[in-house]
C-alpha cells in the first residue's frame, strides 16, 4: 500500500446472508443478493481516530495478522443491508475492511484466514463465512464446507420495521436442551446440510422447526405463527427466523411470487410494518475492485 504513487482506492461488495436455517443454529449460513459497500482508501491522509470502532478493530486485526502497521486510510460504507435484522450488517462491514485491506496489501491472507479473523471479531462463524465465500456454508471453529446454490432456491425475506438487537437475541438462547431437543435439531439440521448440498431442495420442507434458540426470540414477533403458517400455506418449502432476527425468511421453489404475497397480506393486516423482498443466493461471495481515484471519499 504505498502512498507516493498517489492515492489508490479499493471498493469492496459484500452481500447480506442468512443463517441459523432453524436448527441450524451458529453453523448454517447463505448469501444473499442483497449488498453493503465499503469503500477504503489510501493515500489522502485520515485518521484512525475518525473511523467507526469496527473498522479501526477490523484494520488492527488485520495488521497483527500479516505483521504489520496498516497506513492510515479513508473508510465509506453505503447499501442496502439493514441494521440489526438478522441479514449480517456488522459482518458486512468487518468482512468489506479485511477484503479491502488484504487486497490493497497484495493479498497475504487466503480467504479462510480473513474467514478466522472475521469470526473472531464477530464471535461466530456463520455470518462472515458466506460474506467472504459466497453460497451456502457449514461453518465449525476451525474450518467451513461451502456449495454453490442452485438458482430455483428463491429466499422471500419479510424484513420488519423493528430491529432485533444481537446482544439481546443472544442472551435469551437456553445455555442446555434436553436430549430429546438436542437429537430433534441434530436429526433436521444435519437432513437440511444434506438436501441443500445434494440440491434435493424438494427434501427440504418440514425441516426448519427449531427447539432452542428460536422459540425465546420468537416472543418479540407477535405475528410469528401466523406468518409462519401462511409462508407454508403458499407453498414454502421452509420458514425460520434469520440470523437472531427480526427478518422472517422463507425459502421457496417456483413459489416465490405466491409466498410474498401472501407474508405482504398478512403482514398488513396484523399491522407488523416492513417490506418482503424476493432474494436470490449470491454465490460469489465477497468482490474487491482496486482503482485510482480521482476525487476523494464523500
Known amino acids: 500500500m504505498e502512498e507516493e504513487r498517489g492515492p489508490i482506492e479499493c471498493r469492496v461488495r459484500v452481500p447480506a446472508t442468512t443463517t441459523n436455517f432453524g436448527p441450524g443454529f451458529d453453523a448454517f449460513g ?4 442483497l449488498y453493503n459497500w465499503t469503500t477504503l482508501r489510501v493515500g489522502n491522509g485520515g485518521s484512525a ?3 467507526p470502532p469496527m473498522v479501526q478493530e477490523a484494520a488492527e486485526a488485520f495488521g497483527k495478522a500479516v505483521g504489520e502497521p496498516i497506513p492510515s486510510f479513508e473508510c465509506a460504507i453505503s447499501g442496502e443491508v439493514p441494521c440489526a435484522r438478522g441479514l449480517g450488517s456488522s459482518a458486512t462491514v468487518r468482512v468489506g475492511v479485511l477484503v479491502g485491506l488484504n487486497e490493497l496489501r497484495g493479498r497475504p491472507l487466503s480467504r479462510g484466514r480473513l474467514v478466522a479473523l472475521a469470526s473472531a471479531l464477530e464471535g461466530h462463524p456463520d455470518n ?5 465465500l459466497g453460497g451456502f456454508t457449514i461453518s465449525t471453529d476451525d474450518g ?3 456449495v454453490a446454490l442452485g438458482s430455483q432456491l428463491e429466499f422471500v425475506a419479510f424484513i420488519p420495521d423493528m430491529e432485533m438487537e444481537t446482544e439481546w437475541a443472544r442472551s435469551v438462547v437456553a445455555q442446555t436442551v434436553s436430549l430429546q431437543d438436542a437429537v430433534w435439531n441434530l436429526q433436521r439440521a444435519s437432513r437440511i446440510a444434506a438436501a441443500i448440498c445434494l440440491r434435493r431442495y424438494e427434501e427440504l420442507s418440514g425441516l426448519f422447526e427449531d427447539r432452542w434458540h428460536e422459540p425465546a426470540r420468537v416472543k418479540r414477533i407477535a405475528a410469528w405463527e401466523e406468518m409462519r403458517r401462511t409462508a407454508y400455506g403458499a407453498g414454502a418449502i421452509g420458514f425460520y427466523l434469520s440470523g437472531a432476527g427480526s427478518t422472517l425468511m422463507a425459502l421457496a421453489v417456483g413459489r416465490g411470487g405466491e409466498v410474498a404475497t401472501a407474508l405482504t397480506r398478512v403482514a398488513a ?3 407488523l410494518k416492513g417490506i418482503c423482498r424476493r432474494i436470490q443466493a449470491e454465490n460469489r461471495g465477497a468482490k474487491a475492485w482496486l482503482r485510482r481515484p480521482s476525487r476523494r471519499l464523500a
Open 144 to 146: 467451513q464446507t461451502r
Open 49 to 51: 481516530e475518525s473511523l
Open 30 to 33: 447463505a448469501a444473499l443478493r
Open 269 to 271: 393486516k396484523r399491522g
Open 128 to 132: 462472515v463465512a458466506a460474506a467472504v
